[in-house]
């Protein structure tokens, strides 16, 4: 068992950078990949970027690639999600997950989400 919990969202304008970070407790967090997911209002959730469990293999969105960074820190069980040059589609509740494999789409842990706005 893992708890997730997501923090760092926020209201900024478009250009602008917010880094959220998703700390862990629970069972060892090298064990596990992770995922950050978004869901903005009337749409699917989509996974916005992916880490394995030793921060070798990354994935990302088309749709942020060049824009975010994802990165972690096994020794304070802790994942980040640099966003620059953000734009008002980015609006969304972001969250982290936790699952065996990066490239997955399903994850069996999952945090509560943190809301990130972006104006023009």
């Known amino acids: 068992q893992v708890q997730l919990v997501e923090s760092g969202g926020g209201l900024v304008q478009a250009g602008g950078s917010l880094r959220l970070s998703c700390a862990a407790t629970?069972?060892?967090?090298?064990?596990?990949?992770v995922g950050w997911f978004r869901q903005a209002p009337g749409k699917e959730r989509d996974r916005v970027a992916a880490i394995s469990k030793s921060g070798l293999n990354i994935l990302y969105a088309d749709s942020v690639k060049g824009r975010f960074t994802i990165s972690r820190d096994n020794a304070k069980n802790t994942v980040y999600l640099q966003m620059d040059s953000l734009k008002p589609e980015d609006t969304a509740v972001y969250y982290c997950a936790a699952g065996s494999q990066y490239f997955s789409v399903s994850y069996d842990y999952w945090g509560q989400g943190t809301q990130v706005t972006v104006s023009s």
């Open positions: 629970g069972r060892t967090f090298s064990s596990y990949a």
